[in-house]
């Protein structure tokens, strides 16, 4: 088995940084062969530009999806999102371990999100959501909050944790991979967990790290988050009558 962990934070000795480390021990304690893409440290350019493109399909204007699938089809995409392709394929796994900034994933990691999913590659309007590329990958998000738990619920005044990971989650799916209940540590401060005493933070940095590591010894019998597929949609692209969800809408 092959586990890829994007991982996102500028600083690699940050909390983030010492989940991404527990997530690499415990992996490779279960038998994976893991990979870390290390963002920031690797200068990954998270910006989808003409610069990318020297051999462009339109050269009067610049159109990201018409330049993406043509170098796919031509062999000529940026090294750097090749790389990244490639790690995608090779992964059984995938975590992407990240901050919550500005209720949403950091822009490097967006970006990240905007270069390597590659129109014509790894999706088409045929090759999407349970029709998608990578149906036999999980992914799982770990991420980490400023605020406290109770701030991210329902009613709370950071926003439902759910709603505000849903955009991610979705474009995860987009791909067709199974999506993995997330990992929210909350209460993180610039890097290190909220307390004023040091043994307590201690403590509870040690109590998140072994509850991260637990909870990625038991993934296998884990259900994926559930979504509609194309067998629940009609013409218009919303839930057919009838659908167990559609009085929601």
Same mark, same amino acid.
């Given at each position: ?10 600083? &690699? ?9 527990? @997530? ?16 920031? @440290?690797?200068?990954? =350019? ?31 995409? &940026? @090294? ?49 959501? =349970?029709?998608?590329?990578? &149906? ?21 005044? !950071? ?18 991979? !199974? ?14 967990? !909220?307390?004023?005493?040091? @043994? ?43 659908? &167990?969800? !559609?009085?929601?809408?």
């Amino acid at each position: 088995m092959h586990a890829l962990i994007v991982f996102c934070h500028p600083e &690699p000795h940050s909390f983030n940084g010492a989940l991404k480390d527990v @997530a690499v021990e415990t992996l490779q304690r279960q038998g994976y062969r893991v990979e870390v893409s290390d963002l920031y @440290a690797e200068g990954f =350019d998270p910006l989808e530009s003409p610069v990318h493109y020297t051999d462009r399909a339109e050269p009067e204007a610049f159109l990201p999806l018409t330049e993406q699938r043509s170098a796919f089809e031509g062999g000529t995409l &940026p @090294a750097d999102v090749q790389r990244e392709i490639e790690r995608l394929e090779h992964a059984d796994l995938v975590i992407l371990q990240f901050p919550l900034w500005w209720h949403a994933q950091p822009a490097m990691l967006k970006g990240w999100f905007d270069r390597v999913f590659v129109y014509g590659g790894l999706y088409s309007g045929r090759m999407r959501y =349970d029709r998608g590329r990578f &149906p036999d990958k999980r992914v799982l998000l770990s991420v980490t909050t400023g605020a406290p738990a109770p701030t991210f619920t329902r009613h709370g005044r !950071s926003g439902h944790i759910v709603a505000l990971l849903w955009p991610i989650h979705y474009s995860l799916y987009y791909l067709g991979v !199974s999506v993995l209940p997330p990992q929210v540590t909350y209460g993180v401060q610039g890097g290190g967990l !909220s307390y004023q005493d040091e @043994a307590a933070f201690r403590e509870r940095l040690e109590a998140e790290k072994a509850a991260w590591a637990r909870r990625l010894e038991r993934l296998d019998g884990e259900a994926p988050i559930p979504f509609a597929g194309w067998d629940d949609w009609d013409e218009q692209g919303t839930l057919k009558a009838g659908h &167990p969800e !559609s009085w929601r809408l």
